[in-house]
């Protein structure tokens, strides 16, 4: 099995930044793409980025130019680095690994358990 667990979330006033790390632990797996997602009350899981193995990645639109996911595959982390942050962006954030789908589906195998960021206005 493996563990997931992310650090970083917090307070931060519109325009300002902040930096999530997840750490992968347990049971070794092989190249996992890894990414981020966020969630409000009420909706659905969102899709914010997504990294493979061999640093490719992806971003939704609403926060492309503006967030930039990143890994260290010798340390089994992932980050997110969260700049220009606005109301909108306050969510859960959770990372996961091991897409069963496609990198943007919220269908990994395994899931962090969530970081509250909140941007205030």
């Known amino acids: 099995q493996v563990q997931l667990v992310e650090s970083g979330g917090g307070l931060v006033q519109a325009g300002g930044s902040l930096s999530l790390s997840c750490t992968a632990s347990?049971?070794?797996?092989?190249?996992?793409?890894m990414g981020w997602f966020r969630q409000t009350p009420g909706n659905e899981r969102e899709f914010v980025a997504a990294?493979?193995?061999?640093?490719?990645?992806f971003y939704s639109n609403s926060v492309k130019g503006r967030f930039t996911i990143s890994r260290d595959n010798a340390k089994t982390t992932v980050y997110l680095q969260m700049n220009g942050l606005k109301p909108e962006d306050t969510a859960v954030y959770y990372c996961?690994?091991?897409?069963?789908?496609?990198?943007?589906?919220?269908?990994?195998?395994?899931w962090g358990q969530g970081t509250q960021v909140t941007v205030s206005s």
């Open positions: 347990g049971r070794t797996f092989s190249r996992p793409d």
């Open positions: 990294v493979t193995w061999f640093n490719i990645a």
């Open positions: 996961a690994a091991h897409p069963i789908d496609n990198v943007y589906k919220p269908s990994y195998k395994y």
